[in-house]
């Protein structure tokens, strides 16, 4: 085997990961469903680990915070982040980054947020005019409390408020109203539940992100051919286990050979063959389809002639072209030669 000094030369590939709480855990646990287990070196104490099963990917346990700023700078390939940190911090993200996929966890929505005593006010255009009224009557801009200032400032300027003044919060952002350091405030909530505690309602047209967690890629790190497989080898497990999650194999033995029966279901059902030959010589057919059809399917394969038909749960599905690494080789370019 020739030697390859390009490829030996390359730095490993970087995985940032969350660092404490739930979003690790809920990191972790995403990654073992795909089959992609990470462990943390000597412990919960070392902010370096592995991918079981991929030798060339170095797992870097760090905040999250700090996830972005390595993605932007390239030095990190892949990593797990809020989707509300990352429009916050980078404001220029389609240049930068990648956002491959929703993980489907850390769902929350960075809202604006009024004192429930404002009765007349439910959406920006009402805010609009309150803070236009609250400068002509006293010379000053109603104050906006918030982390999100970059997030703020943008969403304001889309919906045309102009009369206000940014108050960037340090500690806890409900609170400010109440404190008299703010009069209405830009945070992220789950549940609205703390800001119902804190006598404040979302604006009905004031949802500026309805953020998750998402898998993200850094477009300024070294992209070379192990950087690269690594990508490839981490996206085929992630997508194939979506795949497996949202589909049903169906199968089902017919009376005579079935290939016109597997071209019906595929146009009525979107069901494909699940192996390389659509029928055998006796009529036997395996297809996989969409996991809300596959009940639909076994009973028009019953009206075919079947006898019995099995659906069974998916573990993983592979296929040869992955929607999540097109994406990201459409953005990092063809390999260099």
Request: with cysteine; charged share 25%; aromatic share 6%.
């Amino acid at each position: 085997m020739a030697f390859d000094a390009a490829t030996s030369a390359e730095t490993p590939f970087v995985l940032a990961v969350p660092s404490k709480g739930r979003l690790q855990e809920a990191a972790a646990a995403f990654f073992a469903r795909a089959g992609l287990e990470l462990v943390q070196g000597r412990g919960a104490r070392d902010y370096r680990g592995s991918l079981i099963g991929l030798p060339g990917v170095e797992v870097a346990y760090v905040s999250s915070a700090e996830i972005v700023a390595q993605l932007a700078a390239g030095a990190a390939h892949f990593g797990v982040a809020g989707e509300d940190l990352v429009r916050e911090k980078i404001p220029d993200v389609e240049a930068k980054l990648e956002l491959l996929s929703p993980l489907g966890f850390g769902h929350a929505n960075v809202v604006v947020a009024a004192p429930r005593a404002w009765i007349d006010v439910r959406s920006m255009a009402d805010l609009e005019d309150v803070a236009s009224a609250y400068r002509a009557s006293r010379g000053e801009r109603m104050r906006v409390a918030t982390k999100y200032v970059n997030l703020t400032r943008r969403f304001f300027a889309e919906q045309g408020v102009a009369d206000y003044r940014v108050v960037e919060s340090l500690g806890a952002t409900e609170g400010a109203p109440a404190a008299g350091s703010a009069e209405l405030i830009v945070d992220i909530t789950t549940t609205g539940a703390t800001l119902a505690a804190n006598a404040l309602k979302p604006l009905d047209d004031g949802i500026i992100l309805k953020s998750q967690a998402t898998l993200v890629a850094s477009l300024t790190a070294p992209w070379g051919p192990r950087a690269r497989r690594s990508a490839r080898a981490i996206l085929d497990r992630i997508a194939a286990t979506e795949e497996a999650r949202t589909s049903r194999e169906v199968r089902a033995r017919l009376p005579a050979r079935a290939h016109l029966i597997v071209e019906k279901a595929a146009e009525r059902f979107e069901a494909v063959a699940a192996g390389g030959e659509n029928t055998d010589t006796q009529g036997f057919v395996a297809l996989h389809c969409a996991r809300a059809k596959a009940a639909d399917l076994a009973g028009w394969l019953l009206e075919q002639g079947a006898e019995r038909v099995s659906v069974a749960a998916l573990e993983q599905v592979f296929d040869a072209v992955n929607p999540l690494y097109d994406a990201l080789e459409k953005r990092i370019g063809a390999v260099a030669t």
